[in-house]
């Protein structure tokens, strides 16, 4: 793991039947120079561009200055906060064709990723140790996912299905063409089109090549999410059902102990409450360095309530399942994870009962979007010939909560921890290592 030389990454950002983009500076295809605005489609199996078909086309900068544009970038995928974009990258940009579209590649090196991905992960008005510690999670990340992508690739072990259960996580097995995508669903990443302030900058450089190791000396999976609700969650509660050493259940503060929230009561008593945690704050000026220009559309999310009617649920879980359950008598907790997320939940219809899992596949299914989080209790209201009218859920925090929670770690920051000591709270028994210079 020591003396690499800084690796490059291959970047999914865009496809579509037809892509438009413009060359901001001079890239070469096949030895010829190209600038200004481009546009190219699908033609049966090959690229359509300027007249020609192509397998695939590579555009490479000539200067380091480069640049492209692509229009029409989806951000926020299946996310309230979805909406298109004209981004701006630097590198390489690559067209192939997958499934009908063509699919937009950025290759670059590593750290100018960063720069990237921390300027849209998080606010340049955040406190350098909180931006440190990001860089070197989200090196950690991409590095231990780009390894695991060559041990693994074909293999789509993400799906379990039987009679009376269907279980479900979503993680990259799905990324067969590029290391990495642009959206949530791996990084924020969002090129240049976010200036990296100089303060970002200061932190990935400060950082550049170190990364979280296990006690094996193996690069750390370091997962994130923006509000763990006071509980951090483990691994295998969101993802397959293999353990990693360094992503523990835990309270998110200095002290206290968190009760055994996979028992029930105790995991309804918590989510209802609200207790004392890093995460547990109202400070605007804080949740300004975590939540970016979109991400402040939404609130209330360390405890947060959602209500539907029979109707509205009914329909919802029947259209974002495939699956007719006629009315919504419960939703039972089946199984929850040690942070109180549910992991497995029954639906119980009056034409279908179901059993889902895990936690992203719960969220998917019982919002237009997704759920803040799989940590909710649910309340049911105006029964009418023993079937509820009104359902009310009440959950906490915001994503899977595993590994880092960028709330936490802004207010560590802000308290004066520094980037070890946020990075050490959220991944016991992890060590910091540097693997290039």
């Given at each position: 793991m020591k003396n690499q030389k800084e690796p490059e990454v291959a970047v999914?950002?865009?496809?579509?039947?037809?892509?438009?983009?413009?060359?901001?500076?001079?890239?070469?295809?096949?030895?010829?120079?190209?600038?200004g605005a481009q546009s190219v489609e699908i033609s049966g199996e090959k690229i359509l561009w300027n007249g020609n078909m192509y397998?695939?086309?590579?555009?490479?900068?000539?200067?380091?200055?480069?640049?492209?544009?692509?229009?029409?970038?989806?951000?926020?995928?299946?996310f309230h906060w979805e909406r298109k974009e004209t981004q701006t990258f630097l590198g390489t940009l690559?067209?192939?064709?997958?499934?009908?579209?063509?699919?937009?590649?950025?290759?670059?090196?590593?750290?100018?990723?960063?720069?990237s991905v921390i300027s849209s992960e998080m606010s340049a008005t955040s406190s350098l140790e909180l931006l440190k510690a990001h860089a070197v999670i989200s090196r950690s990340w991409l590095l231990a996912q780009m390894d695991k992508s060559r041990k693994t690739k074909g293999e789509?072990?993400?799906?379990?299905?039987?009679?009376?259960?269907?279980?479900?996580?979503?993680?990259?097995?799905?990324?067969?063409?590029?290391?990495?995508?642009?959206?949530?669903?791996?990084?924020?990443?969002?090129?240049?089109?976010?200036?990296?302030?100089?303060?970002?900058?200061q932190a990935v450089g400060a950082t550049r090549g170190k990364i979280l190791a296990?006690?094996?000396?193996?690069?750390?999976?370091?997962?994130?999410?923006?509000?763990?609700?006071?509980?951090?969650?483990?691994?295998?509660?969101?993802?397959?059902?293999?353990?990693?050493?360094?992503?523990?259940?835990?309270?998110?503060?200095?002290?206290?102990?968190?009760?055994?929230?996979?028992?029930?009561?105790?995991?309804?008593e918590w989510i209802r409450r609200s207790p004392e945690a890093f995460c547990n704050t109202n400070d605007k000026r804080v949740l300004s360095q975590v939540l970016n220009d979109y991400d402040q559309e939404t609130s209330d999310f360390y405890r947060w309530h959602v209500a539907y009617t029979q109707e509205q649920l009914s329909t919802l879980v029947a259209k974002k399942l495939g699956i007719d359950f006629g009315e919504i008598i419960d939703l039972v907790p089946m199984e929850r994870g040690k942070s109180g997320r549910l992991c497995k939940l029954k639906i119980v219809g009056t034409?279908?009962?179901?059993?889902?899992?895990?936690?992203?596949?719960?969220?998917?299914?019982?919002?237009?979007?997704?759920?803040?989080?799989?940590?909710?209790?649910v309340d049911k209201y105006d029964y009418r010939d023993g079937i509820p009218q009104q359902f009310e859920l009440t959950g906490a925090g915001?994503?899977?909560?595993?590994?880092?929670?960028?709330?936490?770690?802004?207010?560590?920051?802000?308290?004066?921890?520094?980037?070890d000591r946020?990075?050490?709270?959220?991944?016991?028994?992890?060590?910091?290592?540097?693997?290039?210079?």
């Amino acid at each position: 793991m020591k003396n690499q030389k800084e690796p490059e990454v291959a970047v999914g950002i865009v496809s579509g039947e037809q892509i438009r983009f413009t060359l901001n500076g001079p890239y070469a295809v096949q030895g010829t120079e190209f600038t200004g605005a481009q546009s190219v489609e699908i033609s049966g199996e090959k690229i359509l561009w300027n007249g020609n078909m192509y397998d695939e086309l590579l555009f490479e900068p000539l200067v380091p200055a480069a640049s492209f544009s692509l229009s029409d970038v989806t951000i926020g995928v299946n996310f309230h906060w979805e909406r298109k974009e004209t981004q701006t990258f630097l590198g390489t940009l690559r067209l192939i064709t997958d499934g009908g579209k063509v699919l937009a590649i950025n290759r670059l090196p590593v750290e100018k990723y960063l720069e990237s991905v921390i300027s849209s992960e998080m606010s340049a008005t955040s406190s350098l140790e909180l931006l440190k510690a990001h860089a070197v999670i989200s090196r950690s990340w991409l590095l231990a996912q780009m390894d695991k992508s060559r041990k693994t690739k074909g293999e789509k072990p993400a799906f379990v299905c039987n009679g009376n259960e269907i279980l479900k996580w979503y993680d990259r097995e799905d990324h067969d063409l590029f290391d990495v995508c642009a959206d949530d669903h791996c990084q924020r990443y969002q090129g240049i089109t976010k200036e990296t302030s100089p303060h970002v900058a200061q932190a990935v450089g400060a950082t550049r090549g170190k990364i979280l190791a296990d006690s094996m000396g193996e690069i750390c999976d370091a997962r994130f999410s923006k509000c763990c609700g006071g509980a951090v969650e483990e691994f295998q509660y969101c993802w397959e059902d293999a353990p990693k050493s360094y992503l523990k259940a835990l309270v998110d503060a200095e002290h206290g102990e968190l009760p055994d929230l996979t028992v029930e009561a105790n995991a309804q008593e918590w989510i209802r409450r609200s207790p004392e945690a890093f995460c547990n704050t109202n400070d605007k000026r804080v949740l300004s360095q975590v939540l970016n220009d979109y991400d402040q559309e939404t609130s209330d999310f360390y405890r947060w309530h959602v209500a539907y009617t029979q109707e509205q649920l009914s329909t919802l879980v029947a259209k974002k399942l495939g699956i007719d359950f006629g009315e919504i008598i419960d939703l039972v907790p089946m199984e929850r994870g040690k942070s109180g997320r549910l992991c497995k939940l029954k639906i119980v219809g009056t034409k279908r009962t179901l059993a889902i899992g895990k936690e992203l596949e719960i969220r998917r299914a019982l919002s237009e979007n997704h759920l803040y989080s799989s940590a909710f209790v649910v309340d049911k209201y105006d029964y009418r010939d023993g079937i509820p009218q009104q359902f009310e859920l009440t959950g906490a925090g915001w994503g899977h909560g595993v590994g880092l929670c960028q709330i936490g770690a802004a207010v560590m920051g802000e308290r004066g921890y520094g980037y070890d000591r946020i990075l050490l709270h959220y991944y016991p028994g992890a060590e910091i290592k540097q693997i290039y210079r």
